[in-house]
Every structure is written in C-alpha cells, then in structure tokens.
C-alpha cells in the first residue's frame, strides 16, 4: 500500500489583483475619513469647554444663546471624547482586517 500526496490544488496566496485593489482603496479612504472624524471630535472635546473663556479673553462678541449652547456642549466633552476613542479604534481594526485581508499567507 502506498500513499501519495496530491499537490494538484494551488496553494492560495492572496486575494485577486482587481480585489486587492479595490477593498484597499476602499478600506484605505474609510481609515483616512475615521481618522478626519476622531480627529473632529477631540476638537470638539477640547473647544467647546474653552470657547467662551478665550471668546471673553478676546473681548470678542458672543451672543447669549451661543454662550449658552457652548456651556451646555462643554458638559458633554466625555462623550465626544468617547466618540473620538471608538472612531480611533474602528480605524484600527479596519486597518487590521485589511492586512489580514491582503496578507499573502494561506487562510484556513
């Protein structure tokens, strides 16, 4: 009795060129617009608290009402800074899967 191996199935490398292309083109632009996003809402974290102090320190006009909504934003900084984290690390894990994605190592 004898045993042979069949090596007649081609050792999958990678996705297909045309695939390749087209899932890192669009996983590239969803991190670069989740990074934009993050990066807006630590801004808003930080300038909402600030904004009426500096405004007042410049003896800039402020209109009552838009004082009044910067104070009531500036209690909310936790969670835009919870929403700056969770788009950060939405960012990560795409960028993870596509690596894993374009990775030439065979999958099981």
């Not at 009795?1 to 069949?6: C, R, V």
């Not at 009044?68 to 969770?86: D, G, R, S």
């Amino acid at each position: 009795m004898t045993s042979s191996f069949n090596p007649s199935q081609p050792v999958r490398r990678g996705p297909a060129p045309v695939n390749a292309l087209i899932v890192g083109l669009i996983g590239g632009f969803s991190v670069l617009m989740l990074f934009v996003l993050g990066v807006t809402f630590v801004g808003l974290a930080i300038a909402f608290p600030i904004a009426v102090p500096i405004a007042e320190a410049y003896h800039l006009p402020v209109k009552a009402a838009d004082a009044a909504l910067a104070a009531q934003f500036a209690n909310f900084w936790w969670a835009f800074a919870a929403l700056a984290l969770a788009t950060f690390a939405a960012a990560g894990v795409i960028v993870v899967k596509l690596i894993d994605f374009l990775s030439p190592a065979p999958r099981d």
